[in-house]
T-cell receptor
Framework: GENVEQHPSTLSVQEGDSAVIKCTYS??????FPWYKQELGKRPQLIID?????GEKKDQRIAVTLNKTAKHFSLHITETQPEDSAVYFC??????????FGTGTSLTVIP | DAGVIQSPRHEVTEMGQEVTLRCKPI?????LFWYRQTMMRGLELLIY????????DSGMPEDRFSAKMPNASFSTLKIQPSEPRDSAVYFC????????????FGPGTRLTVT
């Protein structure tokens, strides 16, 4: 089955700096890669996703890149703000099938 | 749209008791997923349904856990008998295989077994 690895497990950045979280996957059949943000005590919420026919996708300060050859994808957050502090999860999926989640990255943005 | 609805939001029970968690998926969604989240093990998929049919229950920890989806708008996850190690947050998520690929999570049920 699919195996998703996520790094780093914790990340601290100064407010205004960029943050990058990286994930690798093992199954070349995976074709959908969502990212979730989970604030303390809350549910995971989808923040951005990318399909395998696209190399990059942006939404304001958030971007995701995908390298199918290397089987890795990354989340980029620019101009970080304290409200970006949360745990971020990546996942890989074959569309209409289950998600395989990474182990999460705890991001702290220091004011 | 009310989103995915879960009940109860918090449950405290004694070891050995039966626990039933409930989920109402988003209307029109045909996939439903049960997850368990703990600090030690992260986010684990327990079971998922497509069109009310269980597709993969390999994540269900043991026979004490069972899940049902009698219709498109309701699912239950039952633990009988419960044990302290079952203490976790249980999330239900729903999605649509026909239109898009996102999964939307409910608010979760925080289960404490003493």
């Amino acid at each position: 089955g699919e195996n998703v690895e996520q790094h780093p497990s914790t990340l601290s950045v100064q407010e205004g700096d960029s943050a990058v979280i990286k994930c690798t996957y093992s199954d070349s059949a995976s074709n959908y890669f969502p990212w979730y943000k989970q604030e303390l005590g809350k549910r995971p919420q989808l923040i951005i996703d990318i399909r395998s026919n696209v190399g990059e996708k942006k939404d304001q300060r958030i971007a995701v890149t995908l390298n199918k050859t290397a089987k890795h994808f990354s989340l980029h957050i620019t101009e970080t703000q304290p409200e970006d502090s949360a745990v971020y999860f990546c996942a890989a999926s074959m569309i209409s099938n289950q998600f395989y989640f990474g182990t999460g990255t705890s991001l702290t943005v220091i004011p | 749209d009310a989103g995915v609805i879960q009940s109860p939001r918090h449950e405290v029970t004694e070891m050995g008791q039966e626990v039933t968690l409930r989920c109402k998926p988003i209307s029109g969604h045909n996939s439903l997923f049960w997850y368990r989240q703990t600090m030690m093990r992260g986010l684990e998929l327990l079971i998922y349904f497509n069109n009310n049919v269980p597709i993969d229950d390999s994540g269900m920890p043991e026979d004490r856990f069972s899940a049902k989806m009698p219709n498109a708008s309701f699912s239950t996850l039952k633990i009988q008998p419960s044990e302290p190690r079952d203490s976790a947050v249980y999330f239900c998520a729903s999605g649509s295989t026909g239109r898009s690929y996102e999964q939307y999570f409910g608010p979760g049920t925080r289960l404490t077994v003493t």
